[in-house]
């Protein structure tokens, strides 16, 4: 069915029955359901199946490196705070080539909203293991199964006080839509970890497996709880979904500009006060 | 959404921009002293530097200062290099006439530096075999005065009571740089410093230049990391990410400082790809960034420039150069990374590298290399080096309202195409949030929207297009400055100017004359074709090979001679003088 939001002739480029799409949808009905402008809106994204997202959708773009979605979008709110930005790729873009901008972007916690498609497999260059696979794993690289520690995004962005972080399953349509609309709600940084299958190259992780292998987090569970957020995130088996921790705090662009909201294009330097300066030397 | 205007709109139809026109200092006989002051990090050479620059330039004299320093805190032995003189001045030599040697390491640092004309002072504690040693009771004097640390403002007394300048300068000086703190201890250091300075007999005693009372127009003191900067500033920097890194960190703190004053975004980077990728989200965003690095951080970004060729995003980089391959000398000085600068990043795209040659051009060339990205919509390389970042000389009155503001951002309607296939090279850059136009930066192979295409026809298509900006930049290339003329070329680029124009007028060859290039890619054949007439071309640069000067070969240009130099230091003018005299006079 076409969506207001549907970009036109677009030739998709994702396999049938893959998880994406229905990430994509989810971005779609709630961007609009919270009625963001798409005129005011940028999804920048890295390379990867996941990061091919904001092709398919009628809002700005900047579809740049493997791994770097994370930089270019911080200074992109930075630059003019009025624009909704959304940092969106895979988890071997933002956890592997990306790993090190994952960490400090939550330390700079820029309003942005970071959603990360784990799947636990490398998609487009054709299945080795993901920063995310499980221990175990058989790829045509990691012929003995994967053997590194599987990263946990969740555990790590509260090592580093994430305003927001959060897992979600797209198998768990619902659950997923109400928290990725909490994320877009939540002011500074937050983190949407997407379980999804890839019907292609992981035929352990598959939307059964999420299903049989998550929960959702109990009603009774304090987001606003450091701790008890990060042993629930230590969980694995079963893995929890939900909101782990949630706690807002001043912005990477308000220490940066203080009350001045304007887009930078918009300003000049002052000429006199830069003889000013000059004229110290 | 009420509408936002973009002040300084302007379209890339209008002609470039011309810079400010400026004379060039000029070659008339001049006088001028050399003062070597070493010592180990973190003994005040930097103090030291501050206050007799600063005095001597308010005693009306033209001051220039270098330094040369190991890459460590504390300990070492580091030199400055102090030039006073009646004209203005933008080279070291190598040739001192007075050394102070503020511990005994100085005197085997610069040994070789040493003449028997120069007079060597040291305290009265410090003793070499060979070197004779003018004592002086420095650390005696400092601690009657209150504390070692007033030996600074002894040894300026010293000066000054040598050269018969007046204390009262002196102690200006002082109590501007110390914001009138300790005074009176200062005070009592310089008396006693003038007073032994003055009854210093020896008939080696350089004498300095006649003093310029009445310069009409009141000259600056600063380093060419702050040149540079408000030359950015001009430039509408409003943006700068960046990981520190000798010796570009200069820059850094500089503009960190004037966030104070500008609305100026400042952030310190995780790594260098972060640096480069912050700088294009800003361009993306609408913002003028920029980033500063040396050579191991530009390797980084590599892929990053090639992102800004492709998407056909602005991006500011300075690039302060220091001997590599790997680590190098973290702190000294080369002209190496040129063809780094050229050819980094994988693909085929525009790109323009400036280099800079003195204070005035780091302005000039800090503003345009703004103007640039934004006009060609692609990565400008600003070069610079230790050398002329860290090194401090006197420059003219800026009118900063002389620099031209433009802004190439449109507004976009709702058919806009970021990647638009006009007649001209350029397609007009939109920004999210201006206009109703959706705004794409595509890292993929894309089509005119920004979609992502396989299509050969399209593929030929963007390749044609991005050639066409690199066409367009030839055309528009600025062009080198010759400086006198003759039938001998002598060639540099980039932070050798100084040294290679002290070197031409202390030849004083009516066949000499110098090509400066502050352009240096990619260049404009036509700007070329001046080294076709001439009978000799020398090229001059601080690397191992001549990088620049096979560049000039590839456009078919003769090079007959190549005056390099890899040693950590920038060109001195008195050595590199010798070294011409010695080629030109086999040409005879």
């Not at chain 1, 054709?126 to 499980?134: L, M």
């Not at chain 2, 390491?105 to 040493?114: F, N």
């Not at chain 2, 003759?486 to 932070?495: D, K, N, P, T």
Request: aromatic content about 8%.
């Amino acid at each position: 069915m076409k969506h207001p939001l549907d970009r036109e002739g677009i030739d998709n480029a994702w396999c049938a029955g893959c998880g994406n799409f229905g990430i994509l949808k989810l971005l779609k009905e709630v961007l609009t359901e919270l009625n963001m402008d798409p005129k005011n809106t940028v999804i920048v994204s890295g390379i990867g199946q996941a990061a091919k997202t904001p092709y398919y959708i009628d809002t700005h773009m900047f579809c740049g490196l493997h791994g770097r979605a994370l930089p270019i979008s911080t200074a992109l709110k930075a630059s003019n705070p009025a624009l909704h930005v959304i940092a969106e790729g895979g988890d071997g873009d933002m956890y592997g080539e990306g790993g090190n901008h994952f960490m400090h972007t939550i330390r700079r916690n820029p309003d942005i909203v970071h959603i990360v498609h784990n799947n636990m497999v490398y998609g487009l260059t054709k299945g080795q293991a993901s920063p995310t696979s499980q221990k175990g794993f058989q790829t045509p690289v990691q012929v003995n199964g994967v053997t590194n520690e599987p990263f946990n995004p969740i555990s790590v962005a509260l090592a580093l006080k994430a305003g927001f972080a959060s897992r979600v399953n797209i198998g768990n349509y619902a659950h997923a839509k109400r928290v990725l609309m909490e994320a877009f709600l939540h002011k500074g940084y937050a983190l949407v970890d997407v379980f999804q299958a890839c019907v292609v190259f992981n035929k352990v992780n598959t939307p059964k497996w999420f299903k049989d292998n998550t929960y959702e987090l109990e009603s009774s569970h304090d987001s606003s709880n450091l701790s008890s957020a990060m042993q629930k995130a230590l969980e694995n088996d079963p893995m929890p979904l939900g909101i782990f921790y949630q706690a807002e705090s001043a912005t990477f662009e308000e220490h940066l500009r203080g009350d001045e909201k304007r887009a930078l294009f918009s300003l000049s330097h002052d000429l006199n006060k830069m003889k000013e300066l000059f004229e110290l030397y | 959404m009420k509408e936002i205007k973009v002040p300084f709109q302007a379209t890339v139809s209008k002609p470039p921009v011309s810079l400010p026109k400026y004379k060039e200092p000029e070659h008339h006989d001049t006088h001028s002293i050399s003062i070597l002051i070493g010592g180990a990090a973190g003994t005040g050479i930097k103090t030291l530097e501050n206050i007799l620059s600063d005095a001597f330039k308010r005693s009306g004299y033209f001051v220039f200062s270098t330094k040369e320093y190991m890459s460590r805190v504390r300990g070492g032995s580091n030199t400055t290099l102090l030039r006073i003189s009646d004209s203005p001045i933008q080279a070291p030599c190598w040739n001192t006439d007075l050394f102070i040697a503020l511990d005994a390491d100085a005197l085997s640092h610069v040994d070789e530096r040493l003449t028997d004309e120069t007079i060597v002072l040291a305290d009265e504690k410090v003793e070499h075999e060979q070197i004779h040693i003018t004592s002086m009771p420095m650390l005696e004097s400092a601690k009657k005065a209150g504390s070692l640390r007033y030996a600074n403002a002894y040894v300026s007394g010293v000066l000054f009571g040598i050269f018969g300048l007046a204390p009262a300068i002196l102690l200006e000086s002082i109590s501007a740089l110390f914001n009138e703190q300790n005074l009176q201890e200062n005070e009592a250091a310089i008396l006693d410093g003038i007073m032994y300075g003055k009854n210093l007999e020896s008939h080696h005693l350089p004498t300095l230049p006649e003093a310029l009372a009445n310069l009409t127009d009141p000259m600056h003191l600063m380093d060419g990391s702050s040149a540079a900067g408000f030359g950015f500033l001009a430039g509408g920097c409003n943006m700068i990410t960046a990981y520190p890194m000798s010796p570009s960190t200069g820059i850094l703190n500089f503009m960190a400082s004037m966030s104070k004053h500008f609305n100026l975004l400042v952030e310190q980077s995780e790594d260098e790809i972060a640096s480069l990728n912050m700088v294009l989200g800003g361009w993306f965003g609408g913002a003028r960034a920029m980033t500063s690095t040396s050579g191991g951080g530009f390797a980084l970004m590599g892929e990053s420039i090639s992102l800004s060729g492709m998407s056909e995003t602005p991006a500011v980089i300075y690039l302060a150069q220091r001997p590599g391959p790997a680590t190098g000398l973290p702190t000294r000085s080369e002209q190496g990374d040129l063809n780094l600068a050229i050819h980094s990043g994988h693909g085929y795209f525009g790109r323009i590298v400036l280099a800079p040659g003195d204070l005035q051009e780091c302005i000039d060339y800090g503003y345009l290399a703004f103007e640039l990205a934004d006009r060609y919509q692609m990565p400008i390389i600003y070069l610079s080096d230790q050398y002329l970042a860290d090194s401090i000389g006197m420059l003219h009155s800026v009118d900063f309202s002389d620099y031209a503001q433009r802004r190439y951002v449109q507004t976009t309607d709702a058919s806009y195409d970021r990647y638009k296939l006009n007649d001209g090279a350029i397609s007009p850059r939109g920004v999210p949030g201006l206009g109703d136009g959706i705004v794409v930066a595509t890292s993929d192979e894309h089509d005119e929207h920004g979609q992502i295409t396989e299509s050969y026809h399209m593929r030929e298509k963007m390749v044609d297009k991005r050639q066409k900006k690199i066409t367009l930049t030839v055309s528009e290339a600025y062009t080198p400055k010759v400086l006198g003329q003759g039938s001998i070329a002598l060639i540099g680029w980039g932070s050798s100017k100084g040294a290679i124009g002290e070197a031409l007028k202390e030849l004083d060859d009516p066949r000499l004359f110098q090509l400066h290039f502050a352009w240096v890619h990619p260049l404009n054949p036509n700007h070329l074709e001046i080294l076709k007439q001439t009978e000799t071309n020398i090229v001059i640069e601080n690397n191992a090979t001549g990088q620049f000067a096979d560049i000039l070969k590839g456009h078919d240009i003769n090079i007959d001679h190549r005056i390099l130099q890899a040693n950590g230091f920038s060109f001195f003018a008195d050595l590199l003088k010798e070294q011409l005299s010695k080629i030109i006079k086999e040409l005879r």
